[in-house]
């Protein structure tokens, strides 16, 4: 069989830092960028004697997840100890889950290439963070930071279903703006708090054994998953063409060369020889608080795409734009509920709002209210303002100078609606070019555009443009043309 008849299939593992104020064993702070070794206590730096005390605010996150990706949830997992050994990790372990995860099954929604898809995961379960290795190549030197250590995380496994890279980083955005639009996670990929190792092989189409499988680790863009998965993939595929086998192996995604590299061999679970935590007790799940959290679970961002596509006709690609951050959904919708027409705010939305908001949670701090943008549009559909003068009338109420209405009065930038006056201006532009009116007689549609543009300028842009068209295909098309 030739190695391009091998089909690829890929598992992600996702781990996601979560938001809470302390760590997920100690009240040590989990903000990021603190001088190394400063958010650190005798419990998250592995001291002898220390108990750990798991948070509660930590548990709720995890199961917010888990109840809107519609997992079974255990109403009683274990921790347990993960075993080795490596610089950053203080206690020699780690403390996640293992044969009794919080939560198991559920599904990833997602639409790839206008196509419905569910991604089946394995488990959800909780851990903590291990440290984080500084190194400077130039010195040779290798540091510690511990500030990372006992960070909570919410691991997430999907099954070895994805077909393609592309598949694979449609998941990770899917599962980002989940986990960002429930408020567990930043999804800060450049700072670590989501991070994301493939798993890949390859067997041949219509088998059900899985091939040897390598883990590619180090993927900080949705852009990269699917680079790296690329490249693994084709040098899995030119190792079968050349007859040599895949060994199974961790490797480092190489963002600069554009390539993976080895890193160690990969390991099984017995590797780790897990163990139940002795110091913690079994983790009990009451129905009350998966009452309450299902109570308070936000409308997702897949479901909230699909129904702004059903009753607005939203075109698919403003509503999926939309809709990746929950706030901008949030402030999109209130604009709506204060008139704004769908598609024109829809358009404002995506361009002037997001050209000036560096990260779209800016929206709730947006210096100009769903309400005055509701305003603003309102003068642009019935045609007191155009939608050329209205952006610049946005960027006056960005930078804080009042109402729409008052800004259009103040500058005169009110429409032209005036027919006579329109039309007087026509009049004049044809009689100043005669050789444009001969060209566009002569079958040069094209050239309307320039005697547009001219009646524009003379007009300071406030001519109605509908009715300057209207007004200049008569003068063009008719006996009026050139002062006749």
């Known amino acids: 069989m030739s190695a391009r008849e091998l089909q690829a299939v890929i598992g992600l593992e996702v781990h996601a830092q979560l938001l809470t104020a302390s760590k997920i064993f100690c009240g040590c702070e989990t903000s990021f960028g ?18 750990p005390v798991l948070n509660a605010r930590a548990v709720e996150h995890a199961l917010r997840l888990a109840l809107a990706l519609g997992c079974r949830i255990r109403r009683r997992s274990r921790f347990a100890r993960k075993n080795y050994f490596y610089p950053d990790l203080p206690k020699g372990y780690q403390i996640s889950q293992y044969d009794e995860p919080l939560a198991e099954g559920g599904a990833v929604e997602l ?30 030197l290798s540091r510690i930071d511990l500030n990372r250590a006992g960070v909570p995380l919410v691991e997430i496994v999907s099954e070895p279903v994805i077909e393609s890279p592309a598949e694979a980083a449609e998941t ?3 599962l980002r703006a989940i986990l960002r639009c429930l408020g567990i996670c930043d999804g800060n990929l450049e700072q670590g708090s989501l991070r994301c190792d493939a798993n890949v092989s390859l067997r041949p189409r219509g088998a059900r054994e899985l091939g040897v499988k390598t883990e590619v680790k180090n993927i ?37 060369r554009g390539h993976t590299a080895p890193m160690r061999s ?22 009350a608080l998966l009452e309450r959290l299902r109570g308070e679970l936000p409308e ?64 709730l701090a947006a210096p100009v209210s769903p309400e005055a943008l509701a305003e603003l549009l309102a003068l642009v559909e019935s045609g007191r303002v155009s939608g050329k003068l209205a952006k610049e009338i946005f960027a006056r109420m960005w930078q804080g100078g009042g109402s729409a209405e008052a800004i259009a009065r103040a500058e005169g930038l009110f429409q032209e609606s005036d027919a006579a006056a329109i039309e007087a201006e026509v009049r004049r532009v044809i009689e100043a070019n005669p050789a444009q009116l001969a060209q566009y007689r002569a079958g040069k549609g094209k050239v309307l555009g320039f005697f547009i543009g001219q009646v524009m300028r003379a007009t300071g842009g406030k001519a109605n ?8 295909r008569k003068h063009l098309d008719g006996d009026e043309g050139g002062g006749k």
């Open 111 to 140: 639409v790839l290439e206008g196509e419905p898809r569910r991604v089946a995961l394995t488990r959800i379960h909780l851990e903590e963070d291990a440290g984080k290795s500084l190194h400077e190549g130039a010195r040779n």
């Open 220 to 256: 900080n863009s949705f852009r990269f998953v699917q680079r790296a998965l690329e490249h693994e993939i084709e040098r899995q595929r030119s190792l079968y063409e050349r007859g040599e086998v895949v060994v199974q192996e961790t490797r480092l995604w190489d963002a600069e």
């Open 266 to 287: 990969k390991e099984e679970a017995h590797d780790y020889r897990y163990f139940p935590e002795p110091d913690l007790p079994p983790l009990v799940i009451e129905e």
């Open 34 to 51: 603190a001088p190394p070794n400063t958010h650190l206590c005798p419990v998250c730096s592995g001291q002898p004697g220390v108990l």
């Open 465 to 472: 443009p509908a009715l300057l068209n209207q007004l200049l």
């Open 300 to 363: 997702l961002p897949l479901a909230r795409r699909l129904r702004l596509m059903r009753e607005l006709g939203l075109p698919e690609l403003d509503a999926a734009e939309l809709t990746r951050e929950r706030e901008l959904a949030d402030y999109f919708e209130r604009a709506l509920a204060a008139g704004a027409p769908a598609r024109a705010a829809a358009s404002f939305v995506r361009g002037e709002l997001l050209a000036r908001l560096d990260d779209a949670r800016g929206a």
């Open 172 to 174: 990770m955005r899917a």
